[in-house]
């Protein structure tokens, strides 16, 4: 009997199926993990602190230069640094090119991520010393950059999405935090609208989104600035709220640094930091005592660094809508937009933001 020869096969196909494979192989783990982080609370919805990064203006533009090379070579890709390398860092930094110092983006990463995770202590929500097993403790962080007249962050939810993809479920990070590196571009706007776990839109407090009212937060972005907010709340940059340009020499840039604080799970697919490829990617910048985030007894985490509420009519400033639901509809709400460029660089929550919730025709 003639034996069949095989097919040969291209080196595009043979990687085609290798990732086919690989597809498969990953669809069928199962994932598993504390299901209590589906429901789990910061206590707060939003802090602000000014001058939280704690360097001088040399080392404020090594760090910004730190955080633009992070972006071209790796993209918006996301790093995971667990709370035992964060502890490392904080308390015995180091870097390859000069030992007894290391990057400041690693050390102010590593700084926020414990600073947060005391307050949750002193709020007797957690216990740290509990966490430096398992390895589902730590930060997660990533540089965003835009320029000017660039298009805007989409509205969205910070979520684990491989985890979404792989099992429908929504998890959220602990806490959300925006460090703004420059003074240019639109503004960050954070809605009190929040998913169950499998990304279904919640209800406002008051029962309906016909005609209803949620608190909503714009920070504009001001060099140094720290914005913290519960990781389940909808956020996006709409450009239509940009201002004046309040700092003339940024052209207009919008430079951030990206941390979530995760508690209880680490999302899945990250690569965990610092690496040696990080390290020789970041410089290494001195700073005082090594402290690089400054949040210290003049700005407690505990108080809200914004002007008073003020309340905006329902019909009132930009029209703005943010997709929900998987683009199946839309929540529809007013804010003003800043006529200086001294306003332009404010932090304002408004408790009362008239919203109502359209539905797409099919």
Excluded at 90 to 107: I, K, N, T, V
Excluded at 142 to 157: F, K, L, T, Y
Excluded at 321 to 337: D, N, S
């Amino acid at each position: 009997m003639a034996r069949r020869m095989k097919r040969p096969v291209s080196r595009r196909e043979y990687w085609r199926v290798r990732a086919k494979a690989r597809r498969t192989r990953r669809d069928a783990q199962e994932v598993s993990f504390d299901s209590s982080v589906l429901c789990q609370s910061c206590g707060f919805n939003v802090y602000v602190h000014e001058r939280a990064v704690d360097l001088s203006a040399a080392q404020m533009r090594t760090l910004r230069g730190d955080a633009c090379a992070l972006r071209a070579r790796h993209g918006a890709a996301s790093f995971f640094l667990p709370l035992s390398a964060a502890v490392d860092l904080a308390s015995e930094p180091r870097h390859p090119a000069s030992p007894g110092c290391s990057p400041a983006l690693l050390r102010y990463v590593a700084q926020l991520l414990l600073s947060e995770l005391q307050d949750q202590q002193d709020r007797a929500r957690l216990h740290i010393a509990g966490l430096l097993d398992g390895g589902t403790c730590g930060a997660e962080f990533w540089v965003q950059r835009r320029a000017a007249g660039e298009h805007a962050i989409n509205w969205h939810w910070d979520k684990d999405e491989s985890l979404l993809d792989s099992s429908g479920l929504t998890a959220h990070p602990l806490v959300s935090t925006v460090t703004y590196l420059t003074s240019g571009g639109a503004p960050t706007v954070v809605l009190d609208a929040r998913t169950d776990e499998h990304g279904r839109l919640l209800p406002p407090g008051d029962g309906s989104w016909e005609g209803g009212a949620i608190a909503a937060t714009v920070s504009y972005p001001k060099s140094r600035r720290l914005l913290r907010f519960d990781g389940r709340l909808l956020h996006g940059c709409p450009p239509q709220l940009a201002g004046p340009e309040a700092e003339p020499r940024s052209h207009g840039e919008r430079l951030t640094l990206l941390v979530n604080v995760w508690v209880g799970h680490r999302p899945l697919g990250l690569p965990t930091a610092p690496s040696e490829a990080l390290l020789r990617l970041l410089r290494c910048v001195p700073a005082h005592s090594g402290q690089v985030l400054a949040l210290d007894a003049t700005t407690p985490w505990n108080r809200l660094d914004v002007p008073p509420a003020r309340h905006v009519g329902r019909s009132s400033g930009e029209r703005l809508a943010a997709p929900v639901m998987g683009g199946r509809a839309e929540l529809r709400f007013a804010l003003p937009k800043p006529s200086t460029a001294a306003e332009g660089r404010g932090v304002v929550t408004w408790k009362d933001v008239g919203v109502r919730l359209e539905v797409a025709q099919q």
